[in-house]
């Protein structure tokens, strides 16, 4: 079992940004797969973007790429999302996940999340 806990959501204007954290802790993700989900009210969660194991590969739905950068530091057992350029229609919780495969489906743990509510 692993446990996630998102920080750095907040309130922020349109064309801001901010930096969201997940801190892991219960094992080490240095083997896992790492992302980022979001769900705006109402509607199901989606997958925002992850991380493959050694950092090398990532991957990020098509509205969030050029503005959002998914990051990790396995010494630290850290899995960072910088977004920037923020829009409305970004506003959400966030969720950090943890996954034993390279994929949006592979995915097995989730945070409770962080609210970033993005205004115009």
């Known amino acids: 079992q692993v446990q996630l806990v998102e920080s750095g959501g907040g309130l922020v204007q349109a064309g801001g940004s901010l930096r969201l954290s997940c801190a892991a802790s219960?094992?080490?993700?240095?083997?896992?797969?790492m992302g980022w989900y979001r769900q705006a009210p109402g509607m199901k969660r989606e997958f925002v973007a992850m991380?493959?194991?050694?950092?090398?590969?990532?991957d990020y739905t098509d509205s969030v790429k050029g503005r959002f950068t998914i990051s990790r530091d396995n010494a630290k057992n850290m899995v960072d999302l910088q977004m920037n350029n923020l829009k409305p229609e970004d506003t959400a919780v966030y969720s950090c996940?943890?996954?034993?495969?390279?994929?949006?489906?592979?995915?097995?743990?989730w945070g409770k999340g962080t609210l970033v509510t993005v205004s115009s």
């Open positions: 219960g094992r080490s993700i240095s083997t896992a797969a």
């Open positions: 996940s943890f996954g034993y495969y390279y994929s949006e489906d592979g995915m097995a743990f």
């Open positions: 991380i493959s194991a050694s950092g090398m590969n990532t």
